[in-house]
């Protein structure tokens, strides 16, 4: 089997034995895994609205996933996605609340060029100690994650008393920064479907160009593949480094303000750090990191994510259906297991013939 049909086998795979998984545990704990699955899926495409929700779920993720995938070319495990996610929403928010009566064609990618800053700059801490003093991304990143989630608690504590609904939360922004819009609404039966999805679907053509057509691009896979092979070849493997973390963090910051302005219309003081980035890696792992297979992880993390409060009639708490991503991620991380039994198969096939 060749190395294009493993990259769409494994996923494929990999959900299916995890949708297994899933089942197995349902009828464990006394469930019907046929009625819950069939409430599951009815649920997530029986309306347009569960679409237009759906929609509004992948936004986010794709962004997010397309952060931790650039990372991950560059060689980069980029744990600091939901820091990164959460700092664009609270700047982006905080700029939209300061500037109440800017025009929303202004306002729209204001927010998003500021949301990037944001992660960018929170990105770049990380890709800056590695490049330079070669501490580990993953430690830092993870510690980053703390770091902005007591820190942005603080700032939105000491946001003016003019933009707090109460002492956690802010006021809504204005309707001229609101992601959703009216007509997508109408269009889609009153769902939350809003205009994060279509900035996603930019982005994935923006990352799938730079990472296939770019020079820079280039260099990322490089300093991927052999940091000190890059050197040796004439590029700047620490400014590839930083550059790959800053486009990490951007996309995730991205990310964060379609989740936050798309859904919530403010910020809030977060309890823990932002689920999306963490469900953004998880797509990204199960795309195996491509630009063009991301959009297809994050539609079925959607689903499963808007269909799982319909399996409440059978019983089963929506916490299954967690545990059915969580299998789906374990079989995709899994994958050198699944390409074994793929290429076992393969071979006793060619053995045949």
Same mark, same amino acid.
């Given at each position: 089997m060749?190395k294009n049909?493993k990259q769409?086998?494994?996923?494929?795979?990999? !959900?299916?034995?995890?949708?297994?998984?899933g089942?197995?545990?349902?009828w464990?704990?006394s469930?019907?895994?046929?009625w819950?699955?069939?409430l599951?899926? #009815?649920?997530a495409?029986?309306? @347009?609205?569960s679409?237009?929700?759906? =929609?509004?779920a992948?936004?986010p993720?794709i962004l997010?996933?397309?952060?931790?995938s650039v990372?991950?070319?560059a060689?980069?495990?980029?744990v600091?996605l939901?820091g990164?996610? /959460?700092a664009?929403?609270?700047m982006?928010?905080?700029?939209a609340l300061? %500037?109440?009566n800017?025009?929303?064609?202004?306002?729209i990618?204001?927010t998003?060029?500021?949301?990037a800053v944001?992660?960018g700059?929170i990105?770049?801490i990380?890709g800056?100690?590695r490049?330079?003093?070669?501490t580990s991304?993953?430690i @830092?990143?993870i510690?980053m994650n703390y770091?902005?989630l007591y820190g942005g608690n *603080?700032?939105i504590h000491s946001?003016?008393a003019?933009?707090? #609904?109460? #002492? +956690?939360?802010?006021? +809504? !922004?204005g309707a001229?920064?609101?992601?959703?819009?009216? $007509?997508?609404?109408?269009?889609?039966?009153k769902s939350q479907?809003?205009?994060g999805? /279509?900035f996603?679907?930019?982005a &994935?053509v923006?990352? $799938? /160009?730079l990472?296939?057509k770019?020079?820079?691009g280039f260099e990322i896979?490089a300093v991927?593949?052999?940091?000190?092979?890059?050197?040796y070849?004439?590029?700047s *493997?620490k400014r590839?480094? @930083?550059?790959?973390?800053i486009?990490s963090?951007a996309?995730a910051g991205i990310?964060g303000v379609?989740?936050?302005?798309?859904?919530y219309s403010n &910020?809030?003081?977060?309890?823990? =750090?932002?689920?999306?980035?963490?469900?953004?890696?998880?797509v990204?792992?199960?795309?195996m990191?491509s630009?063009i297979?991301?959009? /297809? *992880?994050a %539609?079925?993390?959607g689903?499963?994510q808007i269909?799982?409060v319909g399996?409440?009639p059978?019983?089963i708490?929506e916490e299954? !259906?967690?545990? !059915?991503?969580?299998?789906?991620i374990?079989?995709?991380c899994?994958?050198?297991?699944i390409e #074994?039994? @793929?290429s076992?198969?393969?071979?006793?096939?060619?053995g045949?013939?």
């Open positions: 060749n049909l769409i086998a494994v996923p494929l795979v990999s !959900v299916l034995l995890g949708l297994v998984l089942a197995i545990i349902m464990a704990f469930y019907d895994p046929l819950g699955y069939e599951l899926f #009815k649920k495409f029986g309306s @347009i609205k679409w237009g929700n759906i =929609s509004r992948m936004g993720l997010v996933a397309l952060g931790f990372a991950s070319r060689g980069f495990f980029n600091g939901p990164q996610a /959460f664009g929403w609270i982006a928010t905080w700029f300061s %500037f109440p800017m025009p929303r064609l202004l306002m990618p204001m998003v060029l500021i949301a944001a992660g700059f990105g770049a990380p800056f100690l490049a330079y003093l070669g991304e993953v @830092i990143t510690m770091i902005v *603080a700032l946001f003016p003019s933009l707090m #609904k109460n #002492k +956690d939360s802010t006021i +809504d !922004v001229n920064a609101v992601y959703q819009t009216d $007509w997508l609404r109408n269009l889609t039966d479907m809003n205009i999805i /279509f996603a679907i930019i &994935v923006v990352i $799938w /160009f990472m296939k770019t020079t820079l896979r991927g593949l052999n940091a000190n092979a890059a050197e070849a004439g590029m *493997a590839t480094i @930083i550059l790959s973390m486009i963090g996309l990310g379609a989740e936050g302005l798309g859904i &910020v809030y003081v977060q309890t823990s =750090s932002m689920s999306v980035g963490f469900n953004g890696m998880a990204a792992l199960l795309a990191n630009p297979g991301i959009p /297809f *992880a %539609f079925l993390f689903a499963l269909g799982g399996m409440k059978a019983a708490p299954v !259906v967690q545990i !059915v991503t969580a299998s789906i374990f079989f995709v899994a994958h050198y297991i #074994k039994m @793929i076992m198969r393969s071979a006793k096939k060619g045949a013939n």
